[in-house]
């Protein structure tokens, strides 16, 4: 087949080769950068004289964040509550999205109206604040979890979702004589992996990365998050204190997020197309 295809063909296939090459190495330059910068000396750091290579290669900003307990809390706290949001909006997401799916649900499209109304109607960070606070969750893990529990546009994609499964393997299980839970857990579930595979990683980034919801309630030094604990060290006087060690913590930010993707990139390509809207 590829003895048939045009030079008009190849042009265009190497030209978008090429591009999304460059593309890919331009969007790897900052981590690279901040992997660099964790490994440098303070007097080049400070002087802004790393940029890809390390510049004095040492390890002591590693060792300084590793003893330091406020950062291996802080760490291991926001990847503990990053999985159960992660969790709780997954179980969500799919508990409301399989029956909005499922032709003849008496009631779907009243609560898919009323689904679509809360992305229209956000009433901003005041109203939120005021909102969380009047249930007493300020300065407690439940204003990350509870508010956030359930994204209408991660629901709406896993609904196209799991409409796209055939009818007819729904016919074939009620002629095997599956009730609806076997059929969810037999059938639907194992097709629908690499779309929750997807949105498990849509979910965990977006969390992960979240500073200013986090920032607004969380007061307590013990329940403040990564990003949290990087800003306030990011907003101290460089001069006195080693940036080294804040790069040290981003460079730690990274790697879940990385290895989320790794374990779960097979699914993506398939999940996206899985979840896209047909025409």
């Not at 900003?61 to 992660?86: P, R």
Request: net charge positive; hydrophobic share 55%.
């Amino acid at each position: 087949m590829d003895g048939l295809k045009t030079k008009e063909d190849r042009r265009f296939q190497t030209f978008w080769v090429i591009f999304f090459i460059l593309i890919s190495v331009i969007a790897i330059i900052p981590v690279l950068r901040v992997i660099s910068i964790s490994f440098s000396g303070r007097d080049a750091i400070n002087k802004g004289q790393v940029f890809i290579f390390p510049i004095g290669f040492n390890v002591d900003a590693y060792a300084k964040a590793l003893k330091s307990g406020t950062f291996v809390s802080s760490f291991g706290y926001s990847i503990i509550l990053m999985a159960v949001v992660t969790a709780v909006d997954m179980i969500m997401t799919i508990l409301l999205a399989y029956p909005l799916s499922r032709k003849g649900l008496k009631g779907s499209k009243i609560v898919n109206l009323f689904c679509v109304i809360t992305m229209y109607l956000n009433l901003g960070t005041i109203p939120n604040y005021l909102n969380i606070k009047s249930f007493g969750m300020i300065d407690t893990v439940w204003a990350l979890i509870i508010p956030g529990a359930l994204s209408v546009y991660n629901m709406i994609i896993m609904r196209t979702a799991f409409a796209s499964i055939d009818d007819s393997l729904y016919e074939a299980a009620r002629i095997d004589g599956s009730g609806e839970f076997r059929t969810f857990n037999s059938i639907v579930m194992p097709l629908m992996k690499p779309a929750i595979a997807v949105q498990m990683i849509f979910t965990f980034v977006s969390s992960w990365n979240n500073y200013f919801t986090p920032a607004l309630i969380l007061h307590d030094d013990k329940k403040k998050t990564l990003p949290i604990l990087i800003a306030q060290l990011r907003a101290a006087d460089w001069l006195k204190f080693d940036m080294g060690q804040v790069y040290v913590m981003i460079a730690f930010s990274i790697f879940p997020v990385i290895i989320v993707y790794l374990i779960l990139s097979k699914h993506i390509v398939q999940g996206v197309a899985l979840g896209s809207v047909k025409g």
